[in-house]
């Protein structure tokens, strides 16, 4: 499998300002995807990037809240921007199965990143 | 709309019980059932099913799929403490995975 680091492990933020999460693969993967887990709740799909057009988001999320880059195939980043203390979360990266020909039916998740907004 | 269910949402066992946890979906373009254990932050793959019928298996842990019933099961045989995490089961459709809500699993010595 991939892998996969994420930073920050973990931080805590003022309300009203921004945080940049990075993502790296060690292999170069066609699809990332950034998930939110906020406490208590099971995993929820914010965006899909892909390398070379716009992240694609999910109901729910906007790219003015939730801007993300993947300026290639191993790196993407997610900022989360105007924080407030709903924002508080677990954030996870994950990639498809990036193994000639693994399936690219299985994603596998970076360490995520736990974020307080006070 | 596209969902998994899991069940049950917690459970409590000892060590040395066998446990089944269930995972229901209903998936637009359904193309594989993926069983994660998350203990802290990450979520850690286990299995990935795509045919009915076939049993994976890895130690202690097995899961099948039954794709009539649009259904899951895992089972872990003789468990340990190091067993307690979330369980999260997901469905992919089409570029998409869709995750339950997971199962709470609490092994005492």
């Known amino acids: 499998s991939a892998v996969i680091s994420q930073k920050p492990s973990r931080d805590i933020c003022q309300r009203g300002t921004s945080l940049t999460i990075q993502c790296q693969v060690d292999?170069?993967?066609?699809?990332m995807f950034w998930y939110r887990q906020q406490p208590g709740q099971s995993l929820t799909l914010i965006a899909t990037?892909?390398?070379?057009?716009?992240?694609?988001?999910e109901s729910g999320f906007v790219i003015d809240k939730f801007p993300i880059s993947r300026p290639n195939l191993t790196f993407s980043t997610l900022t989360v921007s105007n924080m407030s203390p709903e924002d508080s979360s677990i954030y996870l990266c994950?990639?498809?199965?990036?193994?000639?020909?693994?399936?690219?039916?299985?994603?596998?998740f970076g360490p995520g990143t736990r974020l307080t907004v006070l | 709309e596209d969902k998994v269910v899991q069940s049950p949402l917690s459970l409590v066992v000892h060590e040395g019980d066998t446990v089944t946890l269930n995972c229901s979906y209903e998936?637009?373009?359904?193309?594989?059932l993926l069983w994660y254990k998350q203990e802290k932050k990450a979520p850690t793959f286990l299995f990935m099913l795509?045919?009915?019928?076939i049993e994976k298996k890895s130690g202690r842990l097995s899961s099948i799929l039954d794709k009539k019933e649009l259904s899951s099961i895992l089972n872990i045989t003789a468990t340990q403490t190091g067993d307690s995490a979330i369980y999260l089961c997901?469905?992919?459709?089409?570029?998409?995975?869709?995750f339950g809500s997971g199962t709470k699993l609490n092994v005492k010595p």
């Open positions: 292999s170069q993967v066609t699809m």
């Open positions: 997901a469905a992919s459709g089409f570029n998409k995975f869709y």
């Open positions: 990037a892909n390398q070379g057009s716009e992240a694609t988001y």
């Open positions: 795509t045919s009915s019928g």
């Open positions: 994950s990639v498809e199965d990036p193994r000639e020909g693994g399936s690219t039916d299985t994603q596998y």
């Open positions: 998936v637009t373009n359904f193309r594989s």
